[in-house]
């Protein structure tokens, strides 16, 4: 009888704090605060448009057709990269004629335009893209890399996402300006780097050395990065814009093991090959930490809980609860496991010189895109933790740490949104840019570096950036060019942007 009563007590107090916790899960989702109260209100009307006529299009067709390939820094297609300037040259006339632009040229292939605004007490900012593209296995894709096809409403190739589309995009625009009689009031520079894909060391490096070394600092920077996401974020039933406020770090290292060769007929214990295999498989299957909730993603789902279908929202609201949940979601998606965690990727191995011999040595080369709460320092005293074997040796081949977080209430943010909101009319997002960009080397340059591509992207269609089919909507191109026009228009009156921002664009 009492062991019942007791059994009553606990299944009651069990009933009492599930009814708790339910309400306290539809409270929260329900009152969850709005933390873009803004983004349906903000299109502004804007009748000005740069339709891509024939003409725009040959340009951009010709650019993708300019093989700039870069595999190392020492090994990229310079004569084409020479043939993409005298195209840039060729296709923009007003702007190589304008005596209020500048053109400079660092290690001979990177280029620096510098567009003197009429109104010389507004800060300077810049836009950055890049000449090279990483390259292409002609036999894996359905089109030649380098033709430039247009079939079924895109223009396929490599370099048309990542990304002479903003190279272009931005060129176009400023020649449209020009056309139209508009000289820019507020000085901007374009940066065009020639080895973003090998590092950006000689190119986006001399630039940054430019500016520090006259003392010019920028108001904000846009480079490429993350993009508009369709069908991508989980739970978002359209599209969202999302704009990198920061970057992952990167390292990569190379591991080794040596061994005394000999006569594959009388191998004796384990091969260099073998014990490099074995620390290469711990890494890939110990990720390292998911930081889910605690990096800038949070930010990320605090922008677009509200949009979120049902279920989804009642889950992103309530993280307190059903963290630890999302966090194993999230890690088993690529897109979605790189925002919560350095990502460790084994791209090179090599060893063995023949059949018959034991090999002396064994080289692997790890790719690591460090999550903004680690140091390369945390990554490489991690990793010797997982391989825990003294004969595996490592060398660091390059590091970057992770970028410093930029704000979202600045200037050059308010801009992006704008801009990203005139074309898209997607909600717009801050989040954390998974690769790495030239931006890298301009961190000192600027407290707002933002790392955003106007792409329109399904999975699928991302899966062509580094890898087959690359290939642009021809209508995306069109919003990339208009895209950076309004970008243009938009820094020039960004005082009557931030006033009509904090009145919620009743203003506009
Ligand atoms: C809930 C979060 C969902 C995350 C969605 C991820 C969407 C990914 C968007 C853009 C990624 C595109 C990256 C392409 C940039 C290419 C830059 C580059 O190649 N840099 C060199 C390098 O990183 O090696
Ligand atoms: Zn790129
Ligand atoms: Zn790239």
Redesign the pocket.
């Known amino acids: 009888m009492k062991t019942r009563k007791i059994l009553s007590l606990i299944l009651k107090s069990l009933l009492l704090i599930l009814g708790v916790i339910i309400v306290a899960v539809i409270i929260r989702t329900v009152t969850f605060p709005d933390a873009q109260p803004y983004f349906e209100k903000c299109k502004v009307s804007d009748s000005d448009f740069i339709p891509l006529n024939d003409v725009r299009l040959q340009h951009f067709r010709t650019a993708i057709q300019i093989p700039t390939v870069c595999t190392s820094i020492d090994n990229c297609n310079f004569t084409a990269i020479l043939q993409l300037h005298d195209h840039i040259q060729e296709s923009f006339p007003l702007i190589h004629s304008s005596n209020f632009i500048q053109r400079i040229l660092f290690a001979n292939y990177t280029l620096l335009y510098r567009v003197e605004g009429t109104n010389s007490t507004l800060p300077p900012y810049m836009l950055v893209s890049h000449l090279d593209v990483?390259p292409a296995k002609a036999a894996e894709w359905q089109v030649d890399p380098f033709s430039a096809t247009v079939k079924e409403g895109y223009i396929f190739g490599r370099g048309t996402?990542?990304?002479k589309q903003t190279l272009f995009g931005m060129m176009e625009a400023l020649e449209f300006r020009l056309a139209k009689g508009q000289r820019p009031i507020r000085t901007f520079y374009m940066a065009m780097g020639h080895d973003?894909?090998v590092s950006g060391l000689r190119g986006a490096k001399a630039v940054a050395n430019y500016f520090s070394s006259r003392g010019i600092t920028l108001d904000f920077i846009s480079d490429?990065?993350?993009?508009v996401?369709d069908g991508?974020?989980?739970g978002m039933q359209t599209p969202v814009a999302?704009i990198g406020i920061a970057e992952k770090g990167?390292a990569t290292f190379e591991f080794s093991v040596s061994v005394t060769p000999g006569h594959a007929s009388m191998p004796a214990g384990e091969t260099s090959i073998g014990i490099l295999s074995k620390a290469m498989v711990s890494l890939e299957q110990n990720p390292h930490e998911n930081f889910f909730g605690k990096g800038p993603?949070r930010l990320?789902?605090e922008y677009v809980v509200n949009k979120m279908t049902l279920p989804h929202r009642v889950l992103m609201a309530n993280l307190w609860l059903f963290g630890p949940l999302i966090a194993r979601a999230?890690a088993l998606k690529p897109?979605?496991n790189?925002?919560i965690r350095t990502t460790t990727a084994l791209t090179m191995f090599n060893a063995g010189v023949k059949w018959n011999v034991i090999s002396s040595t064994a080289k692997a080369v790890v790719n690591h895109?460090i999550h903004p709460l680690q140091s390369v320092a945390d990554v490489l005293k991690i990793d010797k933790k997982i391989i825990q074997d003294d004969r595996v040796k490592v060398k660091i081949l390059s590091a970057y740490e992770p970028s410093p977080i930029s704000p979202t209430d600045s200037d050059g943010y308010r801009i992006l949104h704008q801009s990203i909101y005139q074309i898209f009319e997607v909600p717009v997002a801050p989040?954390l840019?998974?690769?790495?960009?030239d931006s890298k080397h301009f961190v000192k340059l600027s407290k707002n570096i933002y790392r955003f591509?106007p792409s329109f992207?399904n999975s699928a269609e991302?899966k062509g950036?580094?890898g087959n089919n690359e290939k642009i909507k021809i209508k995306n191109y069109e919003q990339t060019i208009n895209f950076y026009y309004h970008l243009m228009i938009n820094a020039e009156k960004s005082a009557n942007l931030k006033s009509a921002f904090d009145k919620g664009h009743q203003d506009l």
């Open positions: 990483v996402l990542d990304v973003e894909e490429e990065g993350m993009v996401a991508i974020l989980p999302l990167m993603e990320l789902l999230f897109n979605t790189a925002i895109r989040a840019f998974i690769a790495s960009s591509a992207l991302l950036i580094h």
